[in-house]
């Protein structure tokens, strides 16, 4: 047995479909396209999302509002949230890092500091962003706000 010998498995290889080569062939005439119709013609190419005459989904979909590409996402969290996570780690100061270790914010997120809950205990906070209510919060107990 050598190279020579090789063969496909029995039915493994079909012959391809040779259009347009007369009427004997079978796929004469019109080459398998059918009557008229884009289709039909030669250099028709379908635009992305035609959907044959039905009206596209990007023109039914409603679309409003605006999205600005340079917003600033931040990852809020409340004093109630600081305050829990001073008392369970005896913490005085408070900064991205150990919120990021609580797994309270991704590394990668911005950290604001928003007023909702209560703050009984004096820290050192530092953080990309202080709400007005959470700064007063803060440093109404003596505590410091640092922004990143």
């Not at 391809?16 to 019109?30: L, P, V």
């Amino acid at each position: 047995m050598d190279l020579s010998n090789l063969k496909p498995a029995a039915g493994s290889v079909k012959k391809d479909k040779r259009i347009g080569r007369g009427q004997g062939s079978g796929r004469g005439g019109t080459s398998t396209r059918g009557h008229k119709g884009a289709q039909s013609r030669s250099g028709y190419s379908r635009t992305r999302g035609f959907e044959g005459g039905q009206m596209p989904l990007q023109r039914v979909v409603p679309k409003f509002g605006f999205r600005n590409i340079n917003r600033v996402e931040y990852k809020a969290i409340n004093l109630d949230a600081l305050q829990k996570l001073a008392e369970s780690k005896n913490l005085t100061t408070i900064d991205v890092q150990t919120i990021v270790d609580a797994g309270l914010a991704a590394k990668n997120d911005r950290v604001k500091i928003l007023g909702n809950g209560e703050l009984k205990l004096k820290l050192e906070v530092k953080a990309h962003a202080f709400s007005n209510t959470a700064k007063a919060a803060i440093e109404k107990l003596e505590g410091t706000t640092e922004t990143l």
